[in-house]
Nanobody, 121 residues
Framework: QVQLVESGGGLVQAGGSLRLSCAAS????????MGWFRQAPGKERTFVAT????????YYADSVKGRFTISRDNAKNILYLQMNSLKPEDTAVYYC??????????????WGQGTQVTVSS
């Protein structure tokens, strides 16, 4: 079992940057692909980015491609999401998740509690 705790959210102006972190407990972090998802108010949770177990392969939603970078440090059991050129439409609660390398929510078994990102115009 993996426990996940996100941090790094906050309020930022459009065009700014934030880096989210997701700390994982246990020794099994490297056994899982990891993903970031987000949920805006009144909307469904959607895929943002995913990274393979080794970190060698990544995939992004079109809406964030070129602006966000997902990475992981398996020695420290931490997942990151570097977010640049933020837009108001990036405002959402961001969740990290552990599971299978996929864009599908159902492929992830473990979820963090989420961290709020608010981008002002």
């Amino acid at each position: 079992q993996v426990q996940l705790v996100e941090s790094g959210g906050g309020l930022v102006q459009a065009g700014g940057s934030l880096r989210l972190s997701c700390a994982a407990s246990g020794r099994t972090f490297s056994r899982y692909a990891m993903g970031w998802f987000r949920q805006a108010p009144g909307k469904e949770r959607t895929f943002v980015a995913t990274i393979s177990k080794s970190g060698g392969t990544t995939y992004y939603a079109d809406s964030v491609k070129g602006r966000f970078t997902i990475s992981r440090d398996n020695a420290k059991n931490i997942l990151y999401l570097q977010m640049n050129s933020l837009k108001p439409e990036d405002t959402a609660v961001y969740y990290c998740a552990a599971g299978i390398y996929s864009i599908g929510i159902s492929q992830y078994d473990y979820w963090g509690q989420g961290t709020q990102v608010t981008v002002s115009s």
